[in-house]
C-alpha cells in the first residue's frame, strides 16, 4: 500500500511546470481569482461521472474535476508551498504533459489545463481541490464508438480511417516514457479522448485523440510496479512503459471491435490474425521489446501493417484452442472480450485491510 500511494516523482523537465505552479494564485482565497465564477455557479454544474478518485462535472465549456481523498488520498506536495500542501498528482502531469491553456492545439497530445485552486476551508464543508479543463464535445472513445456503431461501417474501413490516430499516440506515449520518464498506468477507452477542429470552414472531427486522466501517472522507477498489487492481483506487466504500449494497442483494437454493428466477423479476424490490426495486437502483445522503446516499436510496426496492406497477410492462428469454441459464437465472443478487457482492476481490499487503513490511514510521506 506504501508503495501503490507514494508520490509521483517528476525528475525530468519539470523545473519550468514547477516555476509556474509558484507562481499560480491557486490559493483560493481571493474574489478576484479568474475561476471563482466556476464556484459561483455550481448550481449549475452537470455531473458527468465519478469512481474512486472522485466525481467530474461540466458547467458550459469547462469540466471541473472534484477530489475524495478519504477513499484515494493526495500522494504528491505542492511545490513552493509555504506548508504541508498535498494536492492531486494529476494537476502537475498535466501541467507538464498538457500545459495550461484555456484552448486545444493541433498538436496537443494531452488534455491541457484550464485552471486549478483550492477552496478555504468552511464551516460547512473541507478544502478542496479543483482541477478545470476544457470540456471535449468529442467525449472518449466510447462515445465516439457509439456515433459509429450507428453508420455501419467494417473494420477495415474503421482501421483505415483511424490508424494515424493510434500511431500519433503511440509516438506521444513514447515521448512521456523517454523525455519525462512518466508512465500513464490507466490507458483504456475511457481515458482517451476526441477532439473536434474547424478549419477553412469545413469540419474535421474524430480523429485527433488525446489521453487524459492522468491521476495514476507514476515514474517508470516507481516501486508500484514491482509490487504484488500491481503485477499479480491487477495483472500488470513489471514494466510500466510495456504495459502502457499494449494498453493502448489493446484499447484501439477494443474500439474498432465495439464500433462495428456485428461483432461476430470481427471477432473472427481477431483470432486469426491475419487482418493488419490483429496482426499488430499479436505481436504487441505476444512479442517483446524493452521498455524503453516499447511504445516506438509498436507504432513503427503498426506502420509496416498499414490498413493498405490488407492483402499482404495470411490467416494464422493465434488465440482459439478449441475446438468446440470454433463452432460457437458465443464462446468465441466471450474470450474477445475477456482478451481484450482494459479495466484497471486494483485488487487492494485485502491489502487495506491486512495493514489496519481503518485504524492508522492510509500511508504518506511527509513533504
Known amino acids: 500500500m506504501a508503495k501503490r500511494y507514494s508520490p509521483t516523482r517528476f525528475e525530468r523537465r519539470f523545473d519550468q511546470t514547477a516555476a509556474a505552479i509558484t507562481k499560480h494564485n491557486w490559493a483560493l482565497s481571493l474574489d478576484t481569482h479568474d475561476s471563482r465564477h466556476v464556484l459561483d455557479h455550481r448550481d449549475q454544474w452537470r455531473r458527468l461521472g465519478g469512481g474512486i478518485e472522485g466525481e467530474v462535472f461540466r458547467l458550459n465549456g469547462t469540466v471541473i474535476k472534484t477530489f475524495n481523498i ?6 504528491n506536495c505542492v511545490p513552493g508551498a509555504s506548508r504541508e500542501t498535498r494536492w492531486p498528482s494529476e494537476i502537475p502531469a498535466s501541467l507538464l504533459l498538457g500545459g495550461m491553456r484555456d484552448d486545444l492545439h493541433d498538436e496537443d497530445d494531452f488534455l491541457p489545463v484550464k485552471d486549478y485552486f483550492l477552496t478555504s476551508p468552511t464551516d460547512h464543508s473541507k478544502a478542496s481541490w479543483h482541477f478545470v479543463m476544457p470540456y471535449l464535445e ?53 481515458n482517451v479522448f476526441v477532439a473536434t477542429f474547424a478549419k477553412d470552414g469545413s469540419t474535421h472531427t474524430d480523429t485527433h485523440w488525446l ?21 499479480r492481483e491487477s495483472g500488470q506487466h513489471a514494466d510500466c512503459r510495456i504495459n502502457d504500449a499494449i494498453r493502448l494497442v489493446k484499447t484501439y483494437v477494443l474500439f474498432l471491435r465495439v464500433s462495428v454493428a456485428d461483432t461476430a466477423p470481427f471477432d473472427a479476424a481477431f483470432w486469426a490474425g491475419g487482418e493488419p490490426w490483429s496482426h499488430l495486437y499479436w505481436w504487441a502483445t505476444k512479442g517483446y521489446v524493452p521498455g524503453s522503446i516499447a511504445a ?22 493465434h488465440g482459439i484452442w478449441s475446438f468446440s469454441c470454433l463452432l460457437n459464437s458465443a464462446c468465441i465472443q466471450t474470450a474477445t472480450k475477456r482478451e481484450l478487457m482494459t479495466r484497471m482492476v486494483v485488487k487492494e481490499s485485502r491489502a487495506r485491510f491486512l495493514g489496519l487503513t481503518g485504524i492508522f490511514g492510509l500511508p504518506s510521506t511527509s513533504c
Open 70 to 75: 478519504r477513499r484515494s488520498p493526495l500522494r
Open 138 to 190: 468529442g467525449g472518449s472513445l466510447l462515445h465516439l464508438a457509439d456515433r459509429l456503431r450507428t453508420l455501419g461501417l467494417t473494420y477495415r474501413e474503421l482501421d483505415a480511417m483511424f490508424r494515424p490516430s493510434l500511431n500519433r499516440l503511440l509516438a506521444a506515449l513514447d515521448k512521456m516514457h523517454n523525455d519525462y520518464q512518466l508512465c500513464h498506468d490507466d490507458i483504456k477507452p475511457e
Open 211 to 231: 489521453l487524459g486522466d492522468l491521476g495514476n501517472v507514476r515514474s517508470w522507477v516507481n516501486q508500484y510496479h514491482a509490487s504484488r498489487l500491481w503485477q
Open 296 to 317: 516506438s516499436s509498436l507504432r513503427d510496426k503498426s506502420l509496416e501493417v498499414a490498413p493498405r496492406a490488407v492483402d499482404e497477410y495470411r490467416e494464422q492462428e
